[in-house]
C-alpha cells in the first residue's frame, strides 16, 4: 500500500530552486547589459560619442573645451556637405572607401588626418606610400623634427608602417605616423589610432598629440564607419532595418510575456512530493534476484565488480562472527581468520582484499574459497 504526502514548501523548493536561480540570474544579467550597453552611440572605434574604452569620447570633449566643433558624420557624402568651410577632416575607417569617394574627400580644403592604411592613400595624402609589415603598438619615442609629436614626446602607436614626406615615432623600416603637405594644409596618416581612445589618451603623451593633431582647424569632421545592416534584412522606408521599423515598446513587452508564462508554468507545473514506498505487486525470490545480477555481471565481463560483491557480503557475515567490529581493518580480520581456520594468512589476505580475478573461472574459485572459509567459521 503506498502512503501519500502532500508536497510541503521545503519539498516545493528543493525541487524548483534551480529554475528559480537560473531565471534570476538571466534576470540580473540582462538588467546589468541593459545598464551598461552603450547609449546613444553604437559602441564603434574611434567613435566621438562612443564612452566605452575603445571610443574618443573624452577626446571630442577635449577639443569642444579649447573652442574647436566636432561634428560627427558617418557617410562622405555629409562630410563633403560640412566642407563649404575650412575644417580638420579625421578619417577614423578606411576599409570602405571607393576612389570616387576618395576623389570628393581630397577635394576638401584643411588639414587631414587619416587612421590606418588604406587603398588609393595617396590619392589623401599625396607623396605618402604604404610599407610592408606591422609593427607592435607600444610607446615610442617620436625622434622627429615635427613641432606637434616633439611637444608630445612619447605616444602608444604602431600599426601599419608608411614612409614619404615627414615621419615621426619609427616603426619597422619606416615610420608610425607620417606628415606630408598639401596645397591648402597638411594630411597627417596614423599607423593606428589607440592613442586616441578612452582607454589610452590618458597615458604618455597620448592626449598632447592628439590635441596637436586635431586642434589645428577650428572645425573638425570626424567621419566614421556608416552603419551597415546585416546581410539579409529587410530594408523598409528611408532604409531602415526591420528592427529599426519595429516599436521600442514591442521587445519590452514580449519580454514581460515571455516571463509571465515562465511565472504561470511554474507556478500550474506538476508538483513532485517526496518518494513514497509501495509493495511490490509480486513476490520475487532472492535467488532469482542473485542469478539476475550474476547474469548482468558475466554479461558485461564485471568480474572486478562481482569480486567486490562477494568479498563485501563475506566480510559482513564473517566479522560478527569472528567477534570484531564492523570497522575493523583487514590486518585484524585476516588474523582471526587465519587462526580460526588454520588457513595461511597470505592466502586469506588474497581472497578477501587482493586483485580481482583475471577469469571466469579465478571468479568461480573466489566464490568457492570464500564459501569454504564461511562454512569453516559456521562449524566452529
Known sequence: ????????????????????????????????????????????HLDPNNAAPSGSKALAQLLRQRGITVDRVDSVEAAVAKGAERRLLLVTDTDYFDYQQLGRLAGL???????????????????????SGLASERSREPSCQLPAARAAGSAY??????????????????????????????ATVLGSGEFLTNRRLAEDGNAA??????????????LVRAPQPPVGDYAGPEGKTLGQ?????????????????????????????????????????????VEGRGRLYRA?????????????????????????????????VVAALAVRTGQ?????????????????????????????IERTISEH
Not at 209 to 219: C, F, I, Q, R, V
Not at 344 to 368: K, R, S
Open 1 to 44: 500500500m503506498s502512503t501519500p504526502t502532500s508536497p510541503t514548501a521545503r519539498s516545493m523548493w528543493r525541487s524548483g530552486r534551480l529554475a528559480v536561480i537560473i531565471f534570476l540570474f538571466l534576470l540580473v544579467a540582462a538588467t546589468i547589459g541593459a545598464m551598461l550597453g552603450p547609449g546613444e552611440s553604437d559602441g564603434r
Open 344 to 372: 595461511d594468512p597470505q592466502h586469506v589476505g588474497g581472497a578477501l582484499y587482493g586483485p580481482p580475478p583475471a577469469d571466469d573461472a579465478g571468479l568461480v574459485a573466489l566464490a568457492g574459497y570464500l564459501d569454504h
Open 300 to 332: 558485461r565481463r564485471a568480474r572486478e565488480r562481482a569480486a567486490a560483491a562477494l568479498r563485501a557480503g563475506a566480510l559482513d557475515r564473517l566479522t560478527p562472527r569472528l567477534g570484531l567490529a564492523s570497522g575493523a581493518g583487514s590486518h585484524e
Open 245 to 289: 521599423l519595429v516599436p521600442a515598446g514591442i521587445p519590452w513587452a514580449l519580454f514581460m510575456g515571455g516571463l509571465a508564462v515562465v511565472v504561470t508554468a511554474f507556478w500550474q507545473g506538476r508538483r513532485l512530493g517526496p518518494v513514497v514506498t509501495e509493495r511490490l505487486p509480486v513476490a520475487v525470490r532472492a535467488a532469482e534476484t
Open 109 to 131: 580644403q584643411g588639414d587631414r588626418v587619416i587612421v590606418g592604411d588604406l587603398p588609393g592613400l595617396s590619392t589623401l595624402a599625396p607623396g605618402v606610400r604604404t610599407l
Open 157 to 186: 602607436i604602431g600599426g601599419s608602417v608608411f614612409g614619404g614626406g615627414t615621419g615621426c615615432y619609427p616603426a619597422g623600416d619606416g615610420h608610425a605616423l607620417v606628415q606630408a603637405d598639401l596645397s591648402g594644409g597638411t
Open 209 to 222: 598629440l592628439a590635441l596637436n593633431l586635431l586642434g589645428t582647424e577650428k572645425a573638425v569632421t570626424w
